[in-house]
């Protein structure tokens, strides 16, 4: 990068044109700072895949540079990279009391966490790192403890909100934006401001997180039977909320589904949410209880096939029945993807006789997104009112949108930086200017390992998904360069009907093939292996237009 | 089946608890008449399968009884089984105009329109059938020419609904729905009906198809550069009001993907679109117009990869651009599923600089459904006043709800039957029973063939495609029963980095274990394949935490 000194400059890692592992970096002088590591999960095109993070390569190149990774908030978007980075790249971690508290579990999982640097800040610590001074805000989001970044340089300042909603009534009123602070900070005066996009396309205020109280609630006080309520575990607010249902409808309260167990634990050790004495039970518990005497709070309200409501569903979740009678509440909206997976568990759900509250996004008042709406948005801009906006955590259209905002809100035309993971922006002289851009990719875990899987494998992956595999083995004869035996053919995932004659075809061309190679003096092993696959991948197609992988294996003797 | 006399039943094939592959029949006396013959595409875990249709294998048993098909209106999940149909029963079918030009199509397409009875009704239609004398209604879709049935039978009348909404004001006078008829059906007397139960989640009744030609003008009005709109090519009522936009906006037309092509040119033919005389122009003239008179219509609103849209939103349209100004309006909403391809094709369009007009459901003015919200299947049920209901086309969600609105409306409770396909509804003496079932189940077209694939093949692909496969090839000596060399091992579609290792161990691993079964005097080739696949299957799943298919491959020389 730049090593001027006194140059600024801002890029991502991720987050951008795409929802998911955020990673951005403020370099000024000769340090970077980075500020969250997330991960994303996998399209169904990405077989096999577990997970992706960001590609850190040019950090590693780079690390001399490298000074501290800040963490905004404890989604995993934000902190799912995060042991993977570590392992590479061992800076301090700076994080608040909750964030911190999911990112040990995290460490722990990896083992790492005993040479991991962890650094406790708050909404008003103030850090310095090489030229730059850090200070922080509160910002209200889905999740407890939440800040939004402020960079102090000579060059001018630098804000990066977070991800971020206002909720004038939020469940915690600790929890609350910290809007005076904001004001201040724009008032000193913004040179750019990075801030999140995720809902730039929707219109209005994000309604208050009141809303939902209300409906939780009135649903558990309208529930003869057990009320199970299923909602992200991070969402600690959601879950004090049903903690104050069942407290007020005198109901126990049982854990479903290891993060549920975990994030709470993690929630309750901390402060940041407050059970009665008494109210937690073992699930085992609830079948003795009367039904109108319990709750249970769970995983899964994605439709994940292996999250206590799936398994709930289905009848397989030991020990714990859903019957006629039980309401069953999605306290989250589905995430783009997911619809059929949960509709297919409502769908289970209301077989069990189960009465069912779910619906998209808030129609069913039972959830609020955690970030902000149109207005929302314009408001922090308004608050900030920055000479450059760089729009982050969005797919293009949200990018897009949140630009539109920007202007409405007075930045000026041109001054918006619509940029992908990797493009720099570089500030000289108060003047910003993207020209340059550092590689980039992403970085895919396959069964706990990180970068075992390539575009190659994942073309072999497709390839084998859809029309599965046919193996010829052929005996050669080492001497006379003539086929020993009948050549072996095996399939799998391939079709199973009528095999039979495809398979004395198959067998039929690749004698030909060898016995013509042979005359023509041409019995090398690679031609000989191409003609094969070229004559029967031909035959296979014309007979059941299905392309399967075709693997010659050569034996000579 | 039953071979009592003037014994009456109802099954599906297709269609219930399920969205697709819609298959109903009604069995009197020993006729049985079939209504609709869809397709459904498949999700994602079921690899490599290009289509679903319903198993008939219950109708070939007692293809004595089959008698005719009559189909409802011409959308795939209700015509696309149609010719694996005909090719094992050649019953005459019976449909509208306009929906028998869309079979026409696809039986050209199979090859066996000549060999077809095809037997075109309309909405005054009489016909009897063995002992039923069977009726119609005409019903407002989104498609043009859709009936519903009625069954007259000395046991009672059956009502099928089709696929139905009520629009006051359709784009089309003649697409009205028949209520005069409907309701003289219901005053006569119903003893079951059949409805469809798509919408019956939503409150309300279903917008009115005028909303959306409005719109439609109002976008054309706006837009200064040429004019982009998708939708699905048999909506001709859409259509109709793009070509009205554009001959206000003065703009030609051009029409591109070979559906849009082909249905459209079936609806000019048998006069169901009206086209002003030189309005329709070639794809390679648009970029020789000026931008502001030109329009395209065109396939892919549901983001699927090869569609026109898709191929436009990439700059792959060989000859036609999408350039900054121009406007993309998605005049459909993306069916359940879709959704991620489908902003995947917004965002590459914004990224070209186009206004696109987009939005989920109706939101964006663009689209509204072609099946009625609750308060329009309230509607019907009143109008048929029937003592038993069975809904249909729907997933358990849908079914269940559309059962509250039909009693909501005074259908008994214990009136509605939520059945599964293939279980059967007897009505004796005017009381329905549902006792027993047949058997039914999907069958899967793949690579243009019917049945080759079961869920054993299925099984075999999904492990292909997370984790790939690992050959071993050993050639082993017939008289000494060793190696007589080093065993061979192929990967494909596993991990690429380190493989060397694994290699060599596996190697290992196989040797051993080929040395063990000898000196056991176990080693028949069974009990080897399954000890070596048993070792090497540990051995890389605690090394990798992945699970390759392992195929190993024993020569004897």
Known sequence: MSTKENALSIFALGGLNEIGKNMYAIE?????????????????????????????????????????????????????????????????????????????????????????????????????????????FKVTHSIPDCLGIVFQTPAGNIVHTGDFKFDLTPENNEERSDIHK?????????????????????????PSEQMVGEHVEAAFMKAKRKVILSTFASNIS?????????????????????????????????????????????????????PGKVAILCTGSQGEPMAALARLSTGNFRGVDILPGDTVIFAAGPIPGNERNVTKIVDNLFVLGANVI????????????????????????????PKY????????????????LAESVGVEQGNTFIINNGDVVDIEHTIARQTRKISVGNTYIDGGDVGNVGEFILRDRKQLSEDGMIMIVLTISKAEGKLISEPDTISRGFLDKDFSELRREVNRLTTETVNELRDENRNQWN?????????????IYTHTKKKPMIVPILIEI
Do not use: W
């Not at 904001?182 to 994000?206: D, W």
């Not at 779910?358 to 009112?385: I, N, R």
């Not at 906006?389 to 539109?404: A, K, N, T, V, Y």
């Open 28 to 136: 000024y002088s000769n340090d970077i700072v980075m500020i969250d590591c997330g991960n994303k999960f996998p399209d169904e095109s990405l077989l096999g895949i577990d997970l992706i993070i960001p590609d850190i390569a040019y950090l590693v190149e780079n690390k001399d540079k490298v000074r501290a990774l800040i963490v905004t908030h404890g989604h995993e978007d934000h902190i799912g990279g995060i042991p993977f980075f570590l392992k590479k790249l061992n800076v301090p971690v700076y994080a608040t009391r909750f964030t911190l508290g999911l990112i040990e579990m995290k460490l722990k999982e990896h083992k790492i966490l005993r040479e991991s640097e962890l650094v406790e800040i708050h909404s008003n610590s103030n850090l310095k790192i090489g030229g730059m001074d850090i200070s922080f």
């Open 182 to 206: 904001m004001a201040e900070i724009g008032k000193e005066g913004v040179l750019l401001l990075l801030s999140e996009s995720t809902n730039a396309e929707r219109p209005g205020f994000t």
């Open 238 to 290: 959601r879950v004090q909320q049903v903690v104050n249902a069942a407290q007020k409808t005198n109901r126990k309260l049982a854990l479903l589904g290891r993060s549920m167990v975990n994030v709470v634990g993690v929630a309750m050790e901390l402060g940041f949410l407050t059970v009665p004495d008494g109210m937690l039970i073992d699930p085992h518990e609830i079948n003795e209880m009367e």
């Open 358 to 385: 779910y619906g998209p996004g808030s129609t069913s008042g039972m959830h609020v997104s955690g970030h902000g709406y149109q207005e929302d948005l314009k408001l922090m801009l308004t608050l900030m009112k």
């Open 389 to 404: 906006f760089i729009p982050i955590h969005g797919e293009f259209r949200m990018l897009h949108h949140h630009r539109l």
């Open 527 to 539: 031609v000989m292996k191409k003609q094969i696959k070229k004559s029967i991948r031909q035959y």
